[in-house]
């Protein structure tokens, strides 16, 4: 008879004890450890790493990789994120709230996967196949060679995989899959780490590109444990604001390719549909009139520039303690810059509530933001405006002085096509006075760049 093990698991993050805990001592919630029993049939590492252990050390140079290791999927906006398709035999996790569009956006890269001649396993776990069908309809999947499963045991989807010898396999969801060597119900620690580590072994082993669904947590991580995440390849979050219509799925791990890229999506009655101007999501809701407290950015999401609006609101406060709020930007980024705008400018935000607010729904990591933010901050104290026909482009230094971006001119030209008329940058990116259509003013402080808006204000 197998040996039976039993641990008890903490949820929330995958901490393993052999005996119950009140409070996880490595993420420390309470009452999330829960017992759960293995089979000890074979440890569970030993299955994916088998195909390893088989091979011999060998000279780089004499590796060959085949000619199509990439599957191209022709939609555009996904292949770029992958850093040009789905490797070959890599395991990739797609994850993102309930109805955010993750079996959408699979179901029709199967379709286009089929397309291409290839076969395709579309295990469901959640869904029969007759609405997976309705479905199918709505987002004109035609295909011969799209096979669609709907199953739940692990052990009846490798023999599956295995006779149908598919060229790419989706698993929908992670979280709804079981399997026989672990006794603990779908969906916890060692159940999703037990499939995933046999899902890792048949990608690997048979060179089958799989793409894992995973939900996420109200607080916005992957339900299971965070060794979900280092065991794949490839974690792409798929998000967006579901009371509007785009989707963005963002690359946050990628053994393939870079992680800074985002993928823009808007969902229509028919599916997902690729923006390929992302731009004028962003913008067109602002008619373009001048507003206090509001700036124009560009951000480099990845390889591609994006332009969005900073909307500020600065005013008197009734708490204590005034308010900071931030939406889309990190609020320490937020305090610092109103230390720097008060040291360095002189403005008094100490009994002012200040809420920073980024436009679309995106969030905004990058600092070349600062000198935006604080622009839209500045000019909502003050009641002016900055001109709406230019953009601001500019890191802060705590000594109020504007350090250079990478990739200025990409920026410039994503503002050119926009219809902008003028730039803030840093005098540090050592750029002429104009550029194409663009009016250039460089600045070298904060100042500089609060003085430039106001004085374009008079000229106007
Ligand atoms: P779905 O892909 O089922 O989400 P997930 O798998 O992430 O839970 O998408 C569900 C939502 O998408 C649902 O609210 C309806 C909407 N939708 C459309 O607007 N158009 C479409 O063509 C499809 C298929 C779904
Ligand atoms: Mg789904």
């Known amino acids: 008879m197998a040996k039976v093990k039993s641990k008890w698991i903490c949820q929330e993050c995958g901490y393993e004890s052999s005996g119950y805990l009140g409070k996880c001592p490595e993420c420390g919630s309470w009452g999330s450890l829960v017992e759960e029993v293995m089979y000890d ?8 790493q088998e195909f390893i252990n088989n091979e011999k050390p060998a000279l780089l140079k004499d590796i060959h990789i085949g000619e199509d290791v990439r599957l191209k999927t022709n939609i555009s906006e996904l292949d770029r994120i992958l850093g040009g398709g ?60 799209l096979y669609i499963y709907p199953q739940t045991n692990m052990e009846n989807i490798k023999s599956q995989i295995e006779e149908i010898s598919p060229d790419f396999v989706v698993i929908d969801s992670i979280q709804a899959i079981y399997s026989n060597l672990v006794a603990s119900s779908a969906g916890s620690v060692s159940q999703i780490r037990e ?42 979050y798929f998000e967006g604001d579901k009371y509007k219509s785009y989707r963005m799925l963002r690359s946050m791990k990628n053994r393939f390719g870079n992680t800074s890229e985002v993928g823009i999506f808007e969902m229509k009655s028919d599916g997902l549909h690729e923006v390929i101007n992302p731009n004028e999501l962003f913008l067109n809701e602002r008619s373009r009139i001048a507003a206090p407290g509001s700036a124009i950015i560009v951000t480099n999401e990845g390889t591609r520039p994006l332009m969005v609006e900073i909307q500020a609101l600065v005013g008197s406060t009734s708490y204590a ?6 939406n889309g930007i990190d609020l320490s980024r937020l305090h ?29 990591d990058e600092p070349s933001a600062d000198l935006g933010i604080a622009l839209a901050i500045a000019t909502c104290a003050r009641d002016v405006v900055v001109d709406p026909q230019t953009v601001i482009i500019g890191e802060i230094g705590l000594s109020g002085e504007i350090y250079p971006v990478n990739n200025i ?25 104009s550029y194409e259509d663009l009016e250039i003013i460089k600045v070298k402080k904060i100042i500089d760049a609060i003085v430039s808006c106001v004085s374009a204000i008079k000229e106007a």
């Open 41 to 48: 049939a074979k440890m569970p590492n030993a299955a994916a």
């Open 86 to 145: 789905f490797v070959q035999g890599s395991l990739v996790l797609l994850a993102g709230d309930p109805g955010i569009g993750k079996s959408t956006i699979t179901l029709q890269t199967c379709g286009q996967l089929c397309k291409s001649g290839k076969k395709v396993l579309y295990v469901s776990a959640e869904e029969s196949s007759s609405q997976i069908k309705i479905r199918a309809e709505r987002l004109n999947i035609v295909s011969d060679n």
């Open 195 to 236: 499939c995933t580590n046999i899902l890792m072994h048949i990608a690997k082993s048979k060179n089958i590109t799989t793409v894992v669904i995973g939900h996420v947590t109200k607080d916005g991580n992957i339900a299971g444990p965070k060794v979900l995440e280092h065991m794949v390849d490839t974690v792409i």
């Open 321 to 326: 303690s005034p308010r900071r709020v931030t």
């Open 336 to 364: 610092q810059i109103l230390a720097v705008l008060e040291k360095r400018v002189g403005l008094d935000f100490s009994k002012q509530d200040v809420y920073v607010n980024v436009m679309g729904g995106i969030d905004v």
């Open 409 to 433: 001119e990409k920026r410039l030209n994503e503002a050119v096509i926009s219809g902008f008329k003028k730039a803030i940058i840093p005098y540090g990116n050592n750029l002429p006075n």
